[in-house]
């Protein structure tokens, strides 16, 4: 833990969506079932998403980006979430698309540990209300990973993913 601007946090945050939607993007080319395919895709732009929320919140005015609040050290979670352990793999691709979900699930656990810790150090409702936002959509995708894992392992193929809106 270190005293970090909330500026420099959100900026952070920012880069690690990105990250993520990167990760998730590469994942598409780890298998050719298009059920697999669609839910990389779903998640590569639900990262975006979360990018673009927390830049609309860093850019109002009225934000008091120098505020110092304690918060993870950012290269260690930078060195957890959505490493790039799958770049360039295509052996077997039940096997590096498993490895994908279970990297995935470890990078959205970093991730909702990370938003947790920010939205207790929030000064406003409205950055409590975004964090909590994140931690939940963070936890969904969890769960979807792990539903994944749980289908591809008792079938051997990607499940019908059906998108679910935010």
């Known amino acids: 833990m270190g005293e970090k601007t909330l500026e420099v946090l959100l900026r952070n945050a920012i880069e690690l969506e990105e990250r993520g939607y990167a990760f998730y993007k590469e ?3 780890l298998t050719d079932d298009e059920n697999g395919k669609a839910m990389f895709d779903h998640l590569a732009n639900e990262e975006i998403e979360h990018a673009k929320w927390i830049t609309k919140y860093l850019d109002r005015p009225e934000l ?4 110092c609040i304690n918060a993870p ?6 060195e957890k979430v959505f490493s790039k352990e799958v770049a360039g793999r295509s052996a077997d691709d039940t096997a590096d698309a498993l490895e994908a979900l279970n990297i995935g699930i470890k990078a959205e656990e970093n991730s909702i540990t990370l938003y947790k810790s920010l939205m ?3 000064c406003t409702d409205e950055g409590t209300g975004l964090f909590q936002k994140l931690v939940s959509e963070e936890e969904k995708h969890k769960a ?5 894992i749980e289908f591809i392992t ?3 193929e990607f499940q019908d993913f059906k998108q679910v809106s935010m």
């Open 27 to 29: 994942c598409l080319n």
């Open 64 to 67: 008091d980006k120098g505020s």
């Open 73 to 78: 050290d950012m290269k260690e979670v930078e």
């Open 120 to 122: 207790e150090q929030a």
């Open 144 to 148: 979807i990973l792990e539903k994944e």
């Open 154 to 156: 008792e079938t051997g």
